[in-house]
Structure formats: structure tokens, C-alpha cells
């Protein structure tokens, strides 16, 4: 596969950081070019009196630390939880980032996610790339299923530059989501690097491969 320019599409602010953080610092230690693209910072999900722009300004601070310039990275407001109700225009904004990143590779929600808002990103993600390369990212707590055909083997380094970018997003580690931890993290790693005899892994779904 060709991975020269990637753009990674997440639904919200920290989902492409969960879903492939650890790929994301592999691909630049490679030379590729990788954007990415947030299409939600979910304002309406942060507690009372927490300021709108928090997870904004957490994504712009993680991102850089994964090794993603900041002039890579995208952010949309479109509501929380309504990615349905904006479906043109989110499938206008990937035309358009199709233009102007012009990726060899796509990065995505997989087509099991169960979030309204992820369906909605992997289906008009699909749609505007499906002539791509395309690979579906998993975020367990919103699986029922997940079937992996391809492995990002990772080394210790790439992890922890993963939760060191996580660790930015301070208003969801608030929250105490068990799946918003270091440990969680390497766990999962450890158990898809089982799966293909690495130390560490990432796993994706392969929607379409172009060669």
C-alpha cells in the first residue's frame, strides 16, 4: 500500500488518537505525510461550565506531540451526536479535503463502530475515497464485532508517544472512562501484537485496497 500521504478521518476530537495513534507516530517515522481531519469537537458532551473550546485546543495540542504539524490538522464543528442531520455537508468537506490533501491512503471509523456519529463518518468517508486505499480503525467500546485484516506493528516508543498525546485531552481523563488509560492502551496493543507475533499492534480493517 502506498502511504505517502495519509489523511485520518475522525468523527470527533481524540478518535483518530485512540483509534491509530500509534500508527500515526510509525507513518511519520516513515516519511509519510499524514493529516488529520475532526469533524466534531463535541462542545455539547463537556461538563457545565467547561469552556467550548476545550477539546479544540486539546486536539491541537496532541496532535503536534504524535508528530502532525499543525497546519495538518482540521477541525469542524458540526454538533455532537448530529453527524446524520449534516451528511452533504460532511460529504462536501471530504470532497474538498480530497482536493487539497490528495491521500494515497484513508484512514477511518470501522464499518462496526456503532456511534451514530462514527457510522456516519465511515459511510461518507467510503464514499468520497472509495477509489482508495481505505482502512477502518477500531474503537472497542463501540464494537459488538471487529474483524481485523491488517496489523500496524509497534514498537514501546510509538505507544507511549500515543498516551503522551492522550494525556493532553485532561477534560476526558476527568471523566474516568476506563478506556481513556495507559493501561488500556497497552493492552490492547499487547493482545492485536499477539495476533501477528509483535510486541505491539494496531489493527485495522482493510475496506479497500489499492495496489
Not at 478506556?179 to 499492534?201: C, D, H, N, Q
Request: glycine share 4%.
Amino acid at each position: 500500500m502506498d502511504f505517502r500521504d495519509v489523511l485520518i478521518l475522525a468523527p470527533h476530537t481524540d478518535d483518530a488518537e485512540l483509534g491509530c495513534g500509534g500508527t500515526i507516530v510509525r507513518l511519520l517515522e516513515e516519511n509519510s505525510r499524514v493529516h488529520v481531519a475532526a469533524f466534531s469537537t463535541a462542545e455539547d458532551s463537556l461538563p457545565e461550565g467547561v469552556p467550548k473550546d476545550t477539546l479544540r485546543r486539546e486536539f491541537q495540542e496532541a496532535l503536534p506531540l504524535l508528530g502532525v504539524p499543525r497546519e495538518n490538522l482540521h477541525v469542524y464543528e458540526f454538533p455532537v451526536r448530529k453527524l446524520g442531520y449534516y451528511r452533504q455537508e460532511v460529504l462536501e468537506e471530504l470532497v474538498r479535503l480530497r482536493r487539497e490533501v490528495q491521500p494515497s491512503a484513508v484512514f477511518l471509523p470501522s464499518c462496526n463502530d456503532l456511534h451514530q456519529d462514527h457510522q456516519v463518518m465511515h459511510a461518507e468517508g467510503l464514499r468520497a475515497f472509495k477509489d482508495l486505499s481505505v482502512l477502518g480503525y477500531e474503537l472497542p467500546w463501540n464494537h459488538v464485532a471487529f474483524s481485523a485484516q491488517a496489523f500496524f506493528c509497534l514498537e514501546e516508543r510509538h505507544l507511549a508517544r500515543k498516551w503522551l498525546a492522550l494525556s493532553c485531552y485532561r477534560s476526558q481523563l476527568e471523566m474516568g472512562r476506563s478506556y481513556f488509560s495507559e493501561e488500556f492502551i497497552l493492552s490492547l496493543a499487547r493482545v492485536r501484537g499477539t495476533m501477528v507475533k509483535a510486541p505491539f499492534a494496531e489493527a485495522f480493517e482493510v475496506l479497500r485496497l489499492r495496489l
